[in-house]
Each structure stands twice: as C-alpha cells, then as structure tokens.
C-alpha cells in the first residue's frame, strides 16, 4: 500500500498480533452478527426484546473494558491480562456451545434457558473487557522502542503508529468477515450447536498462538503503574482542573510532565526538558493517582459523547438490517438462499477492497488540497465517517420505505413470514457505506484514543475507544424501549418495531437516527475548531 502503509512497515511480533486479533474477531462476530436470530427463532423472542437483548450484551461487552482496563494497567502486565482474560472468553465460548446442543433436547424451561444464555454471553464479555484493550495495546508495545521515547517523536515515527492501527484495523475486518459471512450460513442451515463450536475452537487455537509466540514479544519492564486511591475525594479537583482548561475559546492541554507516571507523549514539549534534579523518582506514585486520569479522560469526553450516534447507528446492522433481510426475497439459483445475518459480511468486504485506495488514491489527492503529510488529521478522518454514516441511514430510510410500500401493495400486511418479491440485495448500499464509514471513523477513534493518553495508559486509551460503542448500544436499547413505549401507546399500528415487520415503522426509526446523527456531526464540526490535540495529526 502507498503512502508509508505498507505491512513491511511492521516487525513480525504485531504482525502475529494482528493475526490473533483477526481470529478472536472470527469468534466474536460468528456469535454476535447472528444472535437476533437465535433469540428470535431458538429462544422465540419478540423482535424489539431480541434488539435489546442484543444491543444491551453489546454495551455490556464494550463498556467492561473501562472497569477492567485500569486494574490491568495498574496491577498487572498487558501479557498476562490477555492470557487470564482468554481464558474467561473461552469458557463463555464454551457454555454457550454446551447450552446450543443441549437446549433441544432437554426439558429446561424457558426461564432457565435465559439465564444459563444470560450467564454464557457475559462470562464472554467480562473475558473480552480484558482481552481487547490489552491485546492492542500490547501489539502497539511491539513497535521500535523510539516510539515510546518522547524525545525522538517525529513525522515518522507518527506514519509508523497510524499504519498499525491502519493494519489492526484490516486485520479484525478479515477476521469478522469470515465470522459474518461463514457462521451464518453453517448456523441457518447445519445448525446452532456447530453454529458456536467453531467460534469456541478459533478462539482456544488462538490462546494457543499466542502462548507459543511469546518468544517473539517485547515485555515492558519499567514497572510504571497508577495506583487508584481516594477516588472519591479527587473528583471534584479533577472536574476542576479539566475545566479550567477551557481557556481563550481552546481547549489547552495540561501540564502533566511533572512525573514519569503520568507522562504525555507532547510533540511540541518533550518530556525530556523536565527538570532532572526533580527528586520524584520514577518507581514512587503520586498520591493523587486518579486526578491525573481523570484529568486525560475528562478533556476528551466531548468527542467521547459526539461519536455515540455513530454507535447507534453501528448497531443497525446486527439487528434491524438484519430482520428486514428475512422478509426479502434471498434466493441465488434455485437452491442456495443468503442467510440476513450474512449481509454484514458487505461491510467487511468494503473495508478490505477500499482500504487500499484510501493510501493509493485518497491520501494523495487529500495531501495536495490540505499540504499534510498524512492527508488529513485524525479529527477530520472521524468526521468524514460520521458524514457518510448519516448518508447511510437517509438511503436505510428510504430503501425501507419501499419495502413497506411493496408490502402494502401485496397486501400481505396480515402475513408475519412473507417474503416480499423484493431482492434483499437493495440492503447493499447501506451497508457499504457504512463500510466506507468505519474505515473513515473506527480507524481514527482507535489513533484518536491511544494517542491523546499517556504511554502508561494507554490500555485505558483502548478501553475508551470500544466504550463509545458500549454505551452506543445501551443508549440503542433505551431508544428502541422509550420509543416502543411512546408509539406503541397510540396503538398497534403505530408501534414502529412491531413483530410483523411489514407492519413495523422502521423507516421513522432510521430518519430519527438521521436527524440526530446529523446533529452529532455539526456539533463535533464545531468542537474540532477549538481542540488541540495533544499530539501532531
């Protein structure tokens, strides 16, 4: 790939990591993308319950990293969180494979079913808080050590970080496509229990990968922790101090280079012009631990908050786009019919055909127009990605639109299960554009993230990348139910995620996900103006 984002650019331990990555990613994906259908075929859940249900596990799963990652960074080593962590991932992995092949054939009633369900999904996400974030901050850890110098902080060395995350990034697209695409198909037609037994075994060999590689890896030893203590009676100074920041219409960054500890990669102010007679030595804590996090945490919630609409809409397809796949036509030839959940894979395949031409074509022609060397700063990449989000949704909106139409036209409104004479394949477009999206946004939250935090914090960083979409499908869920409540009080005809889905109003849902997404991108427009970066874009 053009521009510096070559693989070669990698040593061989992160490109082992990103191959493991890719394989939990397999794993994940083969259980979530199709989960909407086991809860409503298998569990027999309503369609709005089993929206939630997903959405909810999904925020759970994305939100844990923020609980687990600080412990992680201050009382134990990236290395072992990620082989502890695995080993809980695998034993949700497991339960759920054990619960799929016992569930018909035994006498376990329907409340029992949920809960051993319950239990299963998140024993896989409490394995997967510890698992994510460190995995990646670990294989970031793998590049040249004058990355973490901050001395030697240069126009290259920051290439060399954004193609990591550039090629992480591919890595857990490959990773998901083939779960998407793969699972789905075994699990509609060979059915559930094998359906997760696969995810279970990719995930054991990939503990296994990664156990046999750690000869290759490079372990940080320097024994920079960030002890935790009186939460409660530094919050309020934190508060303070972040707000204090908002000075002449910027947004300043804080002076944090009185200790190693806490440490801040400063293009501009390297850390090596701090004075060296200072006599805090580099193994003592400071007592105020948690106000300086929270003093790196607080300053980025406003881009924190502006990119929950982009998770929302990222949770569309594993639900929604996925139910309104079932009523359309989906036969290839005569016998092969594409399963709903499988059209996620489009997402994927956008992403691995288009990143290419983000370097060779995109980059190059951006670099010309704006005079940076890397085309466009992290900022701007996420607000492209947000742009084309919304543009997704409008064609979502209207695409829905005309399936309701050629359902009442049918008349079929009174049949649940009728396939509408329309090619599931006028999903397309959504769901590329939302490909497109991710390569814009994911990409750079993930840079976004992990740079603005210091280099002992940086699992933390990760931690807050995948909380946006935690609590972007917690904020999913409460919309679907404030929503369903609202609607569904004026009556049945009215409820926009009715059962029936040529009766369901999802066309109203998706032009409100518009509207507000929309407004997400102005305001972060806005906000971008006035922030400073802590590092060079």
């Known amino acids: 790939m053009a521009g510096g984002q070559s693989p070669r650019n990698l040593?061989?331990?992160?490109?082992?990591?990103?191959?493991?990555?890719?394989?939990?990613?397999?794993?994940?994906?083969?259980?979530?993308?199709n989960l909407v259908t086991y809860l409503t075929d298998v569990a027999k859940m309503s369609t709005s319950a089993a929206a939630k249900m997903v959405n909810n596990w999904c925020g759970i799963t994305s939100?844990?990293?923020?609980?687990?990652?600080?412990?992680?960074?201050?009382?134990?080593?990236?290395?072992?969180?990620?082989?502890?962590?695995?080993?809980?991932?695998?034993?949700?992995?497991?339960?759920?494979?054990?619960?799929?092949?016992?569930?018909?054939?035994?006498?376990?009633?329907?409340?029992?079913?949920?809960?051993?369900l319950s239990w299963s999904l998140h024993l896989i996400s409490l394995g997967q808080a510890g698992y994510n974030p460190s995995l990646q901050a670990f294989a970031a850890d793998q590049l040249d050590d004058e990355e973490e110098l901050p001395c030697t902080k240069n126009e290259q060395s920051s290439k060399k970080k954004s193609t990591f995350f550039h090629w992480w990034y591919f890595g857990i697209c490959c990773g998901s496509l083939l779960g998407v695409s793969i699972m789905s198909y075994i699990q509609d037609t060979l059915g559930w229990g094998l359906g997760f037994a696969i995810p279970s075994i990719a995930m054991i060999v990939s503990i296994v990968v990664f156990r046999f590689g750690n000869r290759f890896y490079k372990h940080n030893t320097d024994g920079e922790i960030i002890h935790i203590k009186s939460l409660g009676g530094h919050i309020v100074k934190a508060i303070r101090a972040a707000t204090s920041r908002l000075t002449c219409g910027e947004i300043a960054v804080p002076d944090t280079n009185k200790s190693k500890v806490v440490e801040i990669e400063l293009e501009n102010a390297p850390l090596c012009q701090q004075d060296s007679g200072s006599t805090e030595g580099t193994d003592k804590m400071p007592e105020n631990g948690i106000v300086e996090i929270l003093k790196v945490v607080l300053p980025l919630l406003p881009v924190w908050t502006m990119l929950l609409m982009f998770a929302v809409i990222f949770q569309q397809p594993a639900t929604f786009f996925t139910k309104q796949g079932m009523t359309m036509t989906r036969n290839i030839g005569s016998n092969f019919r594409i399963p709903p959940a499988a059209l996620q894979s489009s997402i994927t395949i956008s992403i691995i055909l288009l990143m290419p031409l983000y370097d060779?074509?995109?980059?190059?022609?951006?670099?010309?127009?704006?005079?940076?060397e890397k085309g466009i700063t992290v900022m701007q990449r996420m607000g492209i990605g947000m742009f084309l989000s919304v543009i997704a949704m409008i064609i979502a909106a209207v695409t829905e639109r005309k399936r309701l139409d050629i359902a009442r036209n049918l008349g079929t409104l009174t049949s649940e299960f009728e396939v509408l004479p329309m090619s599931i394949f006028w999903l397309l477009p959504q769901y590329i554009l939302l490909g497109i999206s991710d390569i814009f946004t994911v990409v750079g939250m993930q840079e976004f993230?992990?740079?603005?935090?210091?280099?002992?914090?940086?699992?933390?960083?990760?931690?807050?990348y995948t909380s946006v979409f935690g609590c972007g499908s917690f904020f999913s869920s409460f919309l679907i139910t404030v929503i369903e409540h609202l609607t569904s009080s004026i009556g049945e005809k009215q409820n926009w995620f009715a059962d029936d889905m040529s009766k369901a109003r999802l066309d109203n849902y998706y032009w409100f996900l518009t509207l507000s997404s929309a407004a997400s991108f102005l305001m972060f427009m806005v906000f971008c103006r006035f922030y400073r970066s802590r590092t060079v874009n």
Do not use: H
Request: proline fraction near 6%; glycine fraction near 4%; include cysteine.
């Open 11 to 33: 040593n061989k331990p992160c490109i082992l990591l990103i191959v493991i990555a890719g394989m939990e990613r397999f794993s994940f994906k083969g259980v979530a993308s």
């Open 63 to 116: 939100m844990l990293p923020l609980l687990v990652a600080p412990l992680a960074d201050s009382y134990l080593d990236r290395y072992t969180t990620v082989l502890a962590s695995s080993s809980l991932y695998f034993a949700g992995l497991l339960a759920l494979t054990s619960l799929a092949l016992q569930w018909p054939w035994t006498s376990v009633d329907k409340s029992g079913f949920s809960s051993s």
């Open 360 to 372: 060779t074509c995109f980059i190059p022609f951006i670099r010309v127009l704006t005079r940076n």
């Open 449 to 464: 993230f992990y740079s603005e935090v210091p280099t002992n914090m940086r699992t933390l960083g990760i931690a807050l």
